[in-house]
DNA sequence: GTGCTTCGTTAACAGTGTTAACTCGATCGA
DNA sequence: TCGATCGAGTTAACACTGTTAACGAAGCAC
């Protein structure tokens, strides 16, 4: 009792460290378009590949390390965006976190393949349970969860959800911080479910480049799906909706001009 | 003139034979998890590595052929599915094909990945061209125009889209027929493009496992989905909705059984 | 039959993930 | 402080991958 947390030994910052490279230098593989490999890696660490077998189990676990780090950095990039909007906020907050996180995926196709379309294999649990403490959808669903304390939007009641799935919205496997939430507020998670199956579609369509490249590039498409979502979420009066058309139009633009012309 | 179309010699008739064959045991490779390599493929068709050079140019155009040609088998089994309702009644069609579609996906998680999530490089192309023809967004597509026939929903006027989404769906480069369509009424393609969106969304989050098994099961995200897509496709009368809404759960109880227990 | 083309072979190279055996240095207990 | 221990890293090797070059053996055309 009264434990000291164990203050790190240097061995132990120095793992952390390599760690941190770990990621830090396949993040710059995957932005340069070469494909994540052991050697690669090892090599622009100055190390050999084995050696990486010090730090994970596999190559897969490579991948997940990486993946789960990536979309660590990625929200905090978001979340820092949003915060040029207040607390109180959160629409708002939620809209350009929204904006931030196509535009990351854009800019870093290989990063979201790896990190949100990477294919779960069957029930490697180790896996799945990665999955439910996602960075990014913990990020989301919170925002989503302070909005629906202001505007109270509706949500369908659990009697009136499918069985499976107000189960599921019970005992969420996703990833989102649901503990606060009321029993009988549960319904809400079902909205969370919904709004990111929506913009994760839009997302995965653009950054895998299924899509016309002049539609991506006019953000229409993204802009469509998230304006069709105001209304679901309590933003009815006119002002408002476009107080948020506003600031998506104007996260639009700064995009137009970040991108290279095709 | 009046050219006979060139008999296939039999060196021809042969070589089409390979083709096949390449594809068919690539689609076994996928279906039994283990991943799409020259040699796995050449070595099940009782060759070596090398001999595949003679078909294509190298490993990615393998993949493209083989994502080509899976779409096509792949669209024949939806099609083949939705014809079980009669040509005039496109909208239930339309249901099937959609769940026809999620089915496969869900069944063949690889291939789905291959041909849907497969990143298309910045701007080869070739790829890009192969994209247009996808046999899939024809079928479907043609799918939707039909049902616009029957019901004539609503959709944007010309002058209501973004300036470069308006230069897109006059000249499109999304795997849709288009030239019957009045140049008027090109904002039908934008009706394409976002259902597309839509589903897509759904079933590729369902296909990667990027989703509550439960959920999956259960089929009710892919419901929702469609259900809300009913009313701006002009099925406005009640009793038409609940007919939709009883082929599309008749369908996804076919999923259920069909698919192992968790 | 003589050529030419096409299909397939073997051999080899560079790259991948992965394991085993080993070295060197830092850390810790006596 | 010495000696044991553990941990990070090495090299060598194996089984894979895509890919090229050089070669052989069929089929087809004249």
Chains 1, 2 share one sequence.
Request: proline residues 7%.
């Amino acid at each position: 009792m009264g434990h000291i947390p164990a203050p790190p030994t240097r061995r132990e910052r120095q793992r952390e460290a390599t760690y941190d490279e770990i990621v830090t230098v396949s993040a710059e593989l995957l932005a340069e378009g070469a494909d994540l490999s052991l050697r690669a890696v090892a090599a622009r660490m100055g190390m050999t590949a084995p050696a990486l077998y010090r730090y994970v189990a596999d190559y897969q676990a490579l991948v997940d390390l990486v993946a789960y780090e990536l979309d660590k950095r990625a929200t905090a990039e978001w979340a820092k965006e949003a915060e040029r909007y207040p607390e109180d906020d959160p629409m708002a907050r939620l809209t350009v976190a929204c904006c931030a996180f196509r535009r990351w995926a854009i800019a870093n196709p290989r990063a979201f393949s790896l990190v949100f379309a990477n294919p779960v294999a069957s029930h490697v649990t180790d896996r799945r349970e990665a999955l439910t403490v996602a960075t990014s959808g913990c990020y989301l669903t919170d925002l989503l969860y302070q909005v629906w304390e202001k505007t109270k939007f509706p949500f369908p009641a659990l009697e009136d959800l499918d069985p499976v799935v107000r189960e599921a919205v019970q005992d969420p496997w996703i990833p989102a911080e649901t503990s606060h939430i009321a029993p009988e507020d549960r319904g809400l998670v079902w909205i969370y479910i919904r709004s990111w199956a929506a913009v994760y579609g839009v997302v995965a369509l653009e950054a895998t480049m299924h899509c016309d490249p002049r539609v991506i590039r006019s953000g229409a498409l993204f802009k469509a799906t998230l304006v069709d979502w105001l209304p679901p979420l309590g933003i009815d009066g006119r002002q408002e909706r476009e107080r948020l058309i506003a600031i998506l139009d104007e996260e639009l633009a700064r995009d137009r001009d970040a991108w290279p012309a095709p």
